[in-house]
């Protein structure tokens, strides 16, 4: 995640892009990079997946550039995380409960 360069940027009106949301999010993506390591799946993948499983998620929104992302997409929603792949994930998510 690249920091915003440009006065047009949304992101560098976006507190999701700023501290201290910036470093917890940053955080997150690096949880989902250990687990995705693991599956040799992308974080995006992962994080579609750990969406997915949520019994009141019926589908998700999610948007591909290109065939290949198009395809991982297709393959988060056959991709079952264990126990303690979700665990890891939200004990690094409930850090921005605190928001």
Do not use: C
């Amino acid at each position: 995640m690249s920091a915003p360069q440009t006065d047009d940027d949304w992101r560098k009106h976006s507190p999701e892009f700023r501290e201290p949301n910036l470093s917890k999010n940053l955080k997150l993506v690096e949880r989902l990079q250990k687990v995705a390591a693991r599956y040799r799946r992308t974080p995006g993948e992962i994080a579609i997946a750990w969406t997915l499983r949520l019994p009141a998620v019926t589908g998700a929104i999610v948007g591909a550039r290109n065939a290949r992302q198009t395809e991982g997409v297709m393959r988060a929603g056959e991709l079952k995380l264990t126990p303690q792949d979700i665990a890891e994930i939200e004990g690094t998510a409930a850090a921005h409960a605190g928001r």
